[in-house]
């Protein structure tokens, strides 16, 4: 299912004529839903990319919260309740009265009953609110976390909703539960060993799942160590969180830990490699010259992608930029302040003024981590690396374009640096990391190049 977040293109109902229409339009197989909402946006300060009001002196952060917030909500409720009978009336009804009650109502038209709804429609109908499963539901809710970490968040969510049902449904066990009082280390090794095993389940029982909605078309996959542990932690955040704020005194799932992720030495470009990217000419190919010029400044700067989208003209303040990263919101004291070098000036001022306050005309974010594989195997930078295969876990050679992701452009930025001045605080006050960040101890083997490099030089 795909989800699409849209202006009108003419305004309708505001005095002011600045104003569009907020749209939703719901694409699954044949079905194409599409509505009209009662909220308004200005065009100037949207972001499809986000979607909604994009960071901006000029609207007030109350003003981009609430439409924001709106909008994600919508769109959540949407997730949790479409199924193949809905129909234009149905997405109609249910934006009309989640603006108008602000709440998620059973009672909508064209609603189907309780035994044909879809189990992530109804899950909230008739689960135990003393659950383990409620209450992190209600846990994940209240976190002040960026909106990509909440999405994770519920996806972990999601996989224990599953599970649950897996135990009730295909294993026979009809009144399952999980609570926080009787979880044990066997219970989260069951967890554990569910989630990793899904994708075969998946293929075995494809009635089951057939009941559940998979966010754009995510059907379980086989998952890494690295992600399994990322899911682990999501969970034991809830349940340490349970234990201090006294939901439960059961602590007897502590019993259960896993490896900490593995990870090899950060790929990066050198310098040479950077400037023989941003040297070579792709003036016949606006696009590829647009997200190379966006990825060399990501270098250059060592911001996150999901900041790049969001920088405005405002973040540039005698000769630096300067931004609060999104993966720290909440955390006011985070200020990135980065001087612009020449190159990056340069690159900014190409793009002035083409793009109302944006630095950049950001495109699609997945074209994007596209497009800079292209443009780096173009550019003739094609030196072997071994990265660790996150299935395996056991090294391979790969040629580094087919490697490089818009997190390569941070790491860049933070390598070149961590080589010439090994102070992880100066580089983090950059950065947005905390101080003793984990993150550097990764860039500590570079010292061990470092060192080949200056053996070499006295052979």
């Not at 050198?270 to 003036?283: A, G, M």
């Not at 100066?426 to 101890?441: N, Q």
Request: net charge positive.
């Amino acid at each position: 299912m795909k989800i699409s977040v849209y202006l009108t293109s003419a305004q309708k109902g505001s005095a002011d004529i600045r104003l569009r229409q907020v749209c939703f339009r719901v694409r699954e197989g044949a079905a194409d839903l599409r509505t009209r909402t009662s909220l308004l946006a200005d065009p100037e300060y949207w972001d499809e990319t986000i979607p909604g009001y994009r960071n901006t002196s000029k609207l007030t952060a109350r003003e981009i919260k609430e439409l924001n917030k709106k909008i994600e909500d919508i769109t959540v409720l949407i997730h949790e309740q479409y199924s193949e009978n809905r129909d234009g009336s149905w997405l109609r009804n249910l934006v009309k009265n989640y603006l108008e009650n602000g709440i998620n109502t059973a009672n909508l038209q064209n609603t189907p009953s309780l035994e044909t709804r879809p189990h992530d429609a109804v899950q909230a109908n008739y689960a135990d609110p003393d659950s383990m499963i409620e209450q992190m539901r209600r846990f994940n809710e209240s976190r002040k976390v960026c909106k990509g970490r909440l999405c994770c968040m519920r996806g972990t969510l999601k996989k224990l909703e599953r599970y649950q049902e897996y135990k009730r449904q295909i294993e026979g066990r009809k009144g399952f539960t999980l609570y926080l009082d009787t979880l044990s280390a066997a219970d989260m090794q069951d967890i554990w060993d569910y989630i990793m095993d899904e994708y075969r389940h998946y293929n075995e029982h494809p009635e089951f799942y057939s009941q559940f909605t998979f966010v754009s078309g995510k059907i379980p996959v086989p998952l890494s160590h690295n992600f399994m542990t990322s899911v682990y932690r999501h969970i034991r955040s809830f349940l340490n969180w349970s234990v201090k704020n006294g939901l439960t005194e059961n602590e007897g799932w502590r019993g259960f830990s896993v490896k900490n992720e593995a990870y090899g030495t950060p790929i990066y470009l050198t310098i040479e490699e950077r400037d023989k990217i941003l040297d070579t000419d792709f003036s016949h190919f606006p696009r590829l010259e647009r997200h190379r010029d966006m990825f060399i400044f990501q270098c250059l700067v060592g911001c996150r992608v999901g900041d790049l989208y969001r920088l405005t003209t405002d973040n540039i303040r005698d000769g630096f930029l300067e931004y609060y990263p999104r993966k720290s919101r909440g955390k006011s004291d985070r200020l990135c302040r980065v001087p612009l070098n020449g190159k990056a000036k340069a690159l900014l001022a190409k793009y002035s003024g083409s793009c109302g306050d944006r630095l950049f005309p950001c495109l699609n974010q997945l074209m994007y981590t596209e497009d800079i594989k292209v443009v780096t195997m173009i550019a003739g930078v094609t030196r072997t690396v071994v990265v660790q295969d996150p299935k395996t876990r056991e090294a391979v050679e790969r040629p580094i374009y087919l490697e490089v992701t818009t997190h390569t452009a941070r790491k860049t930025f933070i390598a070149n640096l961590y080589r010439l001045v090994k102070d992880p605080a100066l580089i983090a006050s950059m950065t947005g990391h905390t101080e003793h960040s984990k993150a550097f101890r990764r860039y500590r083997a570079i010292e061990e190049e470092m060192k080949k490099e200056l053996v070499t030089m006295i052979d």
